[in-house]
């Protein structure tokens, strides 16, 4: 059995500042864990991946995610936030791959401070 | 790639009727296709694994007979609300899996809203 667990339901920033949201886990075994972003009244759009490969994974829009075994972490970071980044980011975890079922944190939702 | 459609995106109707929700795979073959459902400002739930050629795979809690999955192709699975009410109303998003070991792409959702 795996879960996720997002630290802060909401997070506010600055634009031009850091964007980092939390994201703990756990699993029974080596997880496959993704960083999902979702805007108002649409579908998850995949931002990044990790699957037990290179622990610093780099995604789309200038985000990237540092897999730590040792902290059960997966935290999603941006040097310099967007407006464009305000949206609804979900981290998730798989125990594996194949077609296995993927467990949903409860949301982070970014609001970006002009 | 990996472009997963749905539809239709919004369906308003009445308390009793049965609401047919559509997810295509665009660019790739699905043997796994995933139906979710959301309720505002809370995280995805899953409802149901579907497999070609196969039964679906219903998360417990969720009637089988109330939401209805067919996947009768490689690149359609379909979820059939059956006499839907009012506490049916929400957000449902299907994923598709283009291959093994790949993360789920998701289509953009359905707003069903039941009056």
């Known amino acids: 059995a795996q879960s996720v667990t997002q630290l802060g339901s909401h997070v506010s920033v600055s634009e031009g500042a850091l964007v980092l949201l939390r994201c703990n886990y756990s699993?029974?075994?080596?997880?496959?864990l993704f960083w999902y972003v979702q805007y108002p009244n649409q579908g998850l759009q995949l931002l990044l991946k990790y699957t037990s490969a290179a622990t610093l994974v780099k995604g789309i829009n200038g985000f990237e995610a540092e897999f730590k075994k040792s902290e059960t972490s997966f935290h999603l970071t941006k040097p310099s936030a967007h407006m464009s980044d305000a949206a609804e980011y979900f981290c998730a975890v798989t125990g594996g791959g194949g077609y296995q079922k993927v467990t949903f944190g409860i949301g982070t939702k970014l609001q970006v401070i002009p | 790639g990996a472009v997963v459609s749905q539809h239709p995106s919004r369906v308003i109707c009445k308390s009793g009727t049965s609401v047919k929700i559509e997810c295509r795979s665009l660019?790739?073959?699905?043997?796994?296709m995933f139906w979710y459902r959301q309720f505002p400002k809370q995280s995805l739930m899953l409802m149901a694994t579907s497999n070609e050629g196969s039964k679906a795979t219903y998360e417990q809690g969720v009637e089988k007979d109330k939401f209805l999955i067919n996947h009768a192709s490689l690149t359609l699975s379909t979820l059939t609300v059956t006499s839907a009410h009012p506490e049916d109303s929400s957000f449902y998003i299907c994923?598709?899996?283009?291959?093994?070991?790949?993360?789920?792409?998701f289509g953009d959702g359905t707003r069903l809203s039941i009056l």
């Open positions: 660019d790739f073959q699905a043997t796994t």
């Open positions: 699993s029974s075994v080596p997880p496959y």
């Open positions: 994923s598709a899996v283009p291959g093994l070991n790949q993360p789920q792409h």
